[in-house]
T-cell receptor
């Protein structure tokens, strides 16, 4: 049972938009920045979004992040087959004094 | 080019010990917090431990407290994870990652630890 809650899977057609939610508590998402990571099959995770909504250099603006209260959302527009991957949210938890990840969401581009 | 290269993985018996290393290049290693993140086979990511740039602040997930020790040698641009009293549930790919506040912008390729008799 992960501290942060994500849907196990989402799917959408190529070219469409999808959102992935990440739900937490005041001790984690509510008071800390959220990051999002993409993990393609067989590879190391890759930072997509940090500080709730910032994109590292090289990440296309098809990827966006937002946060409201104790929830965060990753949005992906113009879906491509290459976006098929597992997506994870992560942040710090002040009560645990530890980092926490969501359980991950598998994106299928139909 | 930034590179993080983990080593030290392998097969170990329950109760055994292992030391992982993460060699950094292409970055000013001493100015960054570093982290260990693991992924059990077919499972999600789990944050394990982090260490600040000068080793002042160190944190662990509850399941490894008292068994794992994170350390770093800034002169050698290296991060370490000493793992003792290993359990079957510690079986995972272990990644080192650079950054603070979950801004993990560079990751190694991972090293597999298998704890089995």
């Amino acid at each position: 049972q992960s501290v942060l809650t994500q849907p196990p899977s989402v799917s959408a057609a190529p070219g469409q938009k999808v959102t992935i939610s990440c739900s937490g508590r005041s001790s984690n998402i509510g008071n800390n920045y959220v990051s999002w990571f993409q993990q393609l099959p067989g590879t190391a995770p890759k930072l997509l979004i940090y500080d709730n909504n910032k994109r590292p250099s090289g990440i296309p603006d098809r990827f966006s992040g937002s946060k409201s209260g104790t929830s965060a959302t990753l949005g992906i527009t113009g879906l491509q087959t290459g976006d098929e991957a597992d997506y994870y949210c992560g942040t710090w938890d002040n009560s645990l004094s530890a980092g926490v990840f969501g359980g991950g969401t598998k994106l299928t581009v139909l | 080019e930034v590179q993080l290269v983990e080593s030290g993985g392998g097969l170990v018996k329950p109760g055994g010990s292992l030391r992982l290393s993460c060699a950094a290049s292409g970055i000013t290693f001493s100015t960054y917090s570093m982290n260990w993140v693991r992924q059990a086979p077919g499972k999600g990511l789990e944050w394990v431990s982090s260490i600040s740039s000068s080793s002042t602040y160190i944190y662990y997930t509850d399941s490894v407290k008292g068994r794992f020790t994170i350390s770093r040698d800034n002169a050698r641009n290296s991060l370490y994870l000493q793992m003792n009293s290993l359990r079957a549930e510690d079986t995972a790919v272990y990644y080192c990652a650079r950054g603070a506040d979950f801004e993990f912008d560079y990751w190694g390729q991972g090293t597999l630890i298998t704890v089995s008799s």
